[in-house]
């Protein structure tokens, strides 16, 4: 009698089986079986065991564990809703060239290393000013 009660199919899982015959008939050879299948193939795998469903709907079982394993995977590790990004500190010594040149033919290039820019703008200044 327990053997017997194992071998009866619960209703879902054979509506599932249902569909996958119906689609591995109307199929065209060697195509793929769509995600909407899988999906439903998962739902049961969890509901009534990976074994089982594998054996009913005619699947591999480690192709079917491998996409109940990646269901449970993302429901443990949710995108979190809000992420901190900082910027990255700022530099203190700085590095640049700069040129300076007058009308006249005047012309002053220097190099900068960590020089603060109200220090530029007075070089800058003083060499128009011409002092």
């Not at 899988?38 to 079917?64: D, E, F, I, M, Q």
């Not at 002053?108 to 011409?130: E, Y």
Request: hydrophobic content about 45%; aromatic content about 6%.
């Amino acid at each position: 009698m327990v053997g017997r009660k194992h071998r009866e199919i619960p209703a879902s899982l054979a509506r599932g089986r249902d569909r996958f015959e119906a689609w591995r008939g109307a199929r065209k050879t060697r195509t793929r079986i769509p995600d909407q299948l899988w999906n439903l193939a998962v739902k049961l795998a969890v509901a009534h065991g990976l074994n089982r469903t594998a054996a009913v709907l005619k699947l591999g079982y480690y192709s079917l564990k491998e996409r109940v394993e990646a269901k449970n995977a993302a429901a443990a590790s949710p995108i979190p809703a809000f992420v901190e990004v900082s910027p990255p500190p700022m530099a203190a010594a700085g590095e640049c060239v700069v040129e300076f040149e007058d009308g006249a033919g005047a012309c002053m290039r220097i190099s900068l290393r960590g020089c603060d820019v109200p220090d530029l703008v007075a070089l800058g200044r003083s060499f128009w000013s011409g002092e």
